[in-house]
Every structure is written in C-alpha cells, then in structure tokens.
C-alpha cells in the first residue's frame, strides 16, 4: 500500500460526459501529481499541484482541469469526454516541492468512454 | 524535447535466467534516473533510483541498474529473475530544471517457472 488514495477504481461513462477523480496523497505530502497511461500515449504527465498551487504542467487538455484542495486532496475534473480520454488516471504524491521524480502512486482509476 | 526509449516491449525469460532491461534518455544536462516496477494489479512502485555519485546502483528484490553517462543508458539488471518478478518495468527520466517525469513506454516482464 503506497498510501496514496485513488476514487473510483473504475469508471464508465458516455462521449460528451463529465467526470470528477479524487486524489488523496500520502500523510504529510504536499505534491500532487496526475498521469494518464494509454496503450498509444503510455504514461504522461498531466499536471502537478504543490500545497494547493499548480506548480507544473505537462501534456493536460483544455477540457481537462484539476485543483487541490486546502486539505491536500486533489481532484482531476474531465470534461466534454471523448472515447479517446478511456485511460487509466494515476494520482502520485511527493513531499518535495520540486519534482525529483520520487513518487507514490495510487492504484489508479480506470476511465471507460463508451 | 526529452524523451525516454525502453527497447524491449515484452520480455519471456524462465526462472533463474538473467535480466537486463535497455533504457537510453535524450538530454545532455544534469538528470535523475528511476526504474519503476508495476506487479499485474497494483499501483506503480519504485525500484531504484540515482541521482548522483557511483553510477551503479542497487534496488529492491535483487535489481540494480548502471548510469552510463557517454550512452545515456541507464540500464536494469538482475541475475536470477523469478517468477514474481512478472510485471511491467518502467525507466523514468527527471531532467534538471524540469518538475515533470518522463515515462518511457515499459517494458513487459513475463517469467515462467
């Protein structure tokens, strides 16, 4: 167990849907980081949160959008979805404000558009 | 752009064959350099790291990698894999200046008994 808390496990939803996926980090880790892994794509980086701040910004759509909360738990928001966003979404978390690239990753959350 | 090449996809090896992963990354600067392994049904977890000094480093459960900066490989080794080991191996690159990893694409690991 990585300590890293991930919601839903499992998702199915529909082209045009929005969904929310919840992120709890380990006890005392500040940084939150989202991955997306696709069998095309692999794993990539979407967007890393630091204390409630976005801090880094990688590959993450427009109709995509996340944010963390003054609890330290972060939220991925998925928006307008297309069969193409059907992923699984990995939540890391870090103490270290910099990204040294030592993570801890939840068990991810399996995205189904159909 | 930087970027994170794993030359083997899927790898089929019995037990108590020996193990070696590739992994080469583009940037010339400074870099930190993971293995991270991924057992069928669980999250991602690290394996071993380096950031610094002796370019052979040791892991988990018998793995260890060597940093070869001229080649920019910083491949995975274990001499005697066993059948727990089935599960796909990842080589992330953190390129200095830059608070993102990169994932190359992983490498499936299959050891029969």
């Known amino acids: 167990d990585s300590g890293v808390t991930q919601t839903p496990k499992h998702l199915i939803t529909a082209t045009g849907q929005r969904v929310t996926l919840r992120c709890s980090p380990r006890s005392g880790d500040l940084s939150v980081y989202w991955y997306q892994q696709s069998l095309d794509q692999g794993l990539q980086f979407l967007i890393q949160?630091?204390?409630?701040?976005?801090?880094a910004k990688g590959n993450i759509l427009e109709r995509f959008s996340a944010q963390q909360f003054p609890d330290l738990h972060s939220e991925l928001n998925l928006s307008s979805l297309e069969l193409g966003d059907s992923a699984l979404y990995f939540c890391?978390?870090?103490?270290?404000?910099?990204?040294?690239?030592?993570?801890?990753f939840g068990e991810g959350s399996r995205l189904t558009v159909l | 752009a930087q970027s994170v090449s794993q030359h083997n996809h899927h790898v089929i090896l019995s037990e108590a064959a020996s193990l070696e992963l590739g992994c080469n990354y583009s940037y010339g600067g400074t870099v930190n350099l993971f293995w991270y392994v991924q057992y069928p049904g669980q999250h991602l977890q690290l394996l071993l790291k380096?950031?610094?000094?002796?370019?052979l480093v040791k892991g988990i459960k018998g793995f260890e990698a060597e940093f070869i900066k001229s080649k920019f490989s910083f491949n995975l080794r274990k001499p005697s894999v066993q059948w727990s080991d089935t599960a796909e191996y990842f080589c992330a690159v953190n390129a200095g200046g830059y608070n993102k990893l990169i994932f190359g694409a992983g490498t499936r690991l299959a050891v029969h008994p």
């Open positions: 380096y950031f610094s000094g002796d370019p």
């Open positions: 890391a978390s870090s103490h270290l404000q910099e990204d040294t690239g030592e993570l801890f």
């Open positions: 949160y630091y204390n409630g701040e976005e801090r």
